[in-house]
């Protein structure tokens, strides 16, 4: 059974940072498409950050620059580094994992709980 259990959430005031962290059991992340998403309050879910098997790394326009995902496959953990965080990157952040599906749309088959970010301006 494959679970992903994100940490690291908190509450921080603009322009701070925080590293989200999301560890894998079950599988080994070597082989999966790993996905950031988040959603903010009265907003729908949006994609964060994607980095494939071969760790190529996608972000949207929102985060470029300022966010950035990694992977430790000796640790089977995926991380989000946030730096420069603004009032709008507050959400409920949550790491998706599959097999196959490697895009940014909400199609992965497992997910985590989330893990809550606030950003106070």
């Known amino acids: 059974q494959v679970q992903l259990v994100e940490s690291g959430g908190g509450s921080v005031q603009a322009g701070g940072s925080l590293r989200l962290s999301c560890a894998a059991s079950g599988i080994s992340i070597s082989g999966l498409c790993m996905a950031w998403f988040r959603q903010g309050p009265g907003k729908e879910r949006e994609w964060v950050a994607i980095?494939?098997?071969?760790?190529?790394?996608w972000y949207p326009d929102s985060v470029k620059g300022r966010f950035t995902i990694s992977k430790d496959s000796a640790k089977n953990t995926l991380y989000l580094q946030m730096n420069g965080l603004k009032p709008e990157d507050t959400a409920i952040y949550y790491c998706?994992?599959?097999?196959?599906?490697?895009?940014?749309?909400?199609?992965?088959?497992?997910w985590g709980q989330g893990t809550r970010v606030t950003i106070s301006s």
């Open positions: 998706a994992a599959d097999r196959f599906y490697c895009a940014y749309g909400d199609k992965y088959e497992t």
């Open positions: 980095i494939t098997t071969v760790d190529t790394t």
